[in-house]
């Protein structure tokens, strides 16, 4: 069995760790202290066991010298939440493009971000130096999609007419395109909705783009030669174009009440 935890000398066997763990990883002995336990599943690393413990005498091995911080009450209020939802809104529209330790940083602030089965498999690349290359690439995998939405055509004129002018159709002011890649869709969308979030949050900001996934969508092999350093496995699932927008928006707007069915 391959142990996951270290479990120190200040477990009292209560037992919080072993009630909590959804693999029955965990068990309290005779000697009144958790162990890890063979079963059929494999422990996960979802922490849960680290996270509930009393006497804080688990840790997720690997991560021995990193500090973790109480998670009794939530650090944002509903309110300020709810607040940011509305405040935030697609931006097109860029003074310039993020550095490269604010893309860090933003990349960093969404590891908690949760994935299926924990497995954390999401990767990104941003796009900026290759940028007219990667036009290229995208307008020639949808040029043989036979779509006929009138956006992608406009997009493929633009690139065919060597990208002059200002307004990309796909990315408009953006020189900067940041790709989520992973298994599961869910993982590389939720990741990229919290990322968008923390964007706005920070002075950033950007928006999803719908077109350039189609593109991964019509071809997935041939849009993933792009990008050979991005684990084996991975497909592009979340695009956002992102900057330092320079459109101030005054106030917000309406929106319509989502459907619900109680069932
Ligand atoms: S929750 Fe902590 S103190 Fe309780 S049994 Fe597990 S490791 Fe020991
Ligand atoms: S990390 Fe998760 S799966 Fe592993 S022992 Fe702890 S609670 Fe169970």
């Not at 120190?8 to 990883?25: E, L, M, N, P, Q």
């Not at 494999?42 to 990193?66: M, Q």
């Amino acid at each position: 069995m391959k142990s996951e935890l270290i479990i120190s000398g200040s477990c009292i066997g209560c037992g919080a760790c072993v009630k909590i763990c959804i693999r029955g990883h965990l068990a309290v002995g005779e000697d009144r202290r958790a162990r890890e336990i063979d079963s059929p599943y494999y422990c996960f690393r979802c922490g849960h066991c680290e996270s509930v413990c009393p006497k804080n005498a688990i840790t997720l091995r690997g991560f021995e010298d990193e500090v973790q911080s109480p998670t009794i009450l939530p650090p944002v209020q509903a309110s300020s939440l709810a607040e940011l939802y509305r405040y935030r809104r697609s931006q097109r529209w860029f003074d310039r493009s993020c550095t490269e330790d604010e893309i860090r940083s933003l990349i960093s602030s969404i590891r908690y971000a949760p994935t299926a089965e924990n497995s954390q498999a999401v990767e990104f690349a941003v796009i900026q130096e290759r940028f007219d290359d990667f036009m290229r690439h995208c307008a020639d995998i949808l040029r043989e999609g036979g779509h006929d939405h009138p956006r992608i055509g406009q997009f493929i004129d633009y690139v065919d007419g060597g990208m002059e002018g200002k307004n990309n159709p796909f990315t408009w002011e953006g020189r900067q395109i940041l790709i989520a890649f992973s298994k599961v869709s869910t993982d590389a969308v939720i990741a990229m909705e919290e990322l968008d979030l923390m964007a706005t949050a920070m002075g950033q900001g950007g928006f999803h783009s719908r077109w350039i996934l189609l593109a991964s969508e019509d071809d997935p092999e041939r849009f993933m030669s792009f990008f050979p350093e991005i684990s084996e496995g991975l497909m592009a699932y979340a695009v956002f174009i992102i900057g330092h927008p320079r459109q101030k928006y005054r106030r917000t707007v309406p929106r319509n009440e989502r459907r619900l069915v109680m069932m």
